[in-house]
């Protein structure tokens, strides 16, 4: 093999190896995960199980119950800012959670009183 062809075969296994690195870096993840904690004002050591979860913006209303673990989670596809609502026969917690960029998880804390 001389030396033109080594060089020709460097530069297309360079562009090979560097278009497979380029494709797969390019992929991102195009949702964004809100976890809400329902927790007790009087105790924020306790999480509270089986709370009402509102997440509302003008036209956007999404619900939901709390877990076992007093969380609440919801996945979002665009960026959007909500109020949140935490509420149960007698208990309720208000808040804001601002979801913004893509790939990034979020993460609120309502406490109910």
Known sequence: MNKMSKHIGFWILAIF???ILGLTSCHKNESMEALI???????????????????MQDDIEIGGYTDGNGEFRYT???????DVKAFNDTL??????????????YEKTIFIF
């Open 76 to 82: 979002f596809e665009s960026p959007v800012q909500l």
């Open 17 to 19: 190896l560097g278009a």
């Open 37 to 55: 904690i329902v927790k007790l004002m009087s105790d924020t050591s306790v999480v509270m199980p089986g709370v009402r979860v509102e997440l």
């Open 92 to 105: 309720t917690g208000l808040g804001v959670i601002n979801i913004s960029d893509y790939g990034t998880d």
